[in-house]
């Protein structure tokens, strides 16, 4: 089945979904992935910046979402749980570290900082859609 049939069969079955791909290469896409299908990614969050009128839509408690492989192949369904908005340098440990990607806070400060900056800019001041969600579906074949 084409990776469009795939997604239009899963947006039935998810009504709302979105689909979305983490991480802004194939490397750390699969990387991403990985860590959410362990259980140590049950976090993420993006540059509020990106969600604004035009972007990309908002994550919303109770959505099921579809994360693509670097390839736009459906990889998992996703449930978010909770989101918040903090500035990036009011970010705290415990979330940081549910993003699972470092052990450290100023590891998650020192990789989002490269990330952001490679992805329309940084600031300490930015603000940050942080979002929880648990993993619904592996679509691993």
């Known amino acids: 089945m084409k990776a469009e049939d795939r997604i239009a069969a899963l947006k039935a079955r ?3 979904a979105v689909t979305f791909t983490f991480g ?3 490397e750390m ?5 990985a ?5 140590k990614k049950r976090a993420t969050c993006g540059a509020l910046r990106d969600f604004q009128e035009g972007g990309e839509p908002p994550p919303v408690p109770g959505r099921r979402d579809i994360a693509l492989n670097w390839d736009g192949i459906p990889a998992l369904v996703i449930e978010t749980v909770d989101v918040t908005i903090k500035r ?3 970010m ?5 570290l549910a ?3 470092n052990d450290t806070l100023a590891g998650w400060r ?3 900082r490269a990330y952001f900056e490679r992805n329309g800019g940084w600031s300490e001041e930015m603000e940050l859609i942080c979002e929880r969600f648990r993993l619904i579906e592996d679509l691993t074949p």
């Open 35 to 39: 860590l959410v299908r362990a259980g």
């Open 99 to 101: 993003e699972g990607e």
């Open 24 to 26: 802004d290469s194939r």
């Open 92 to 96: 705290d440990a415990d979330f940081a």
């Open 29 to 33: 896409c699969e990387e991403l992935l």
């Open 14 to 16: 998810y009504p709302g």
């Open 110 to 112: 020192e990789g989002h």
């Open 88 to 90: 990036f340098c009011d």
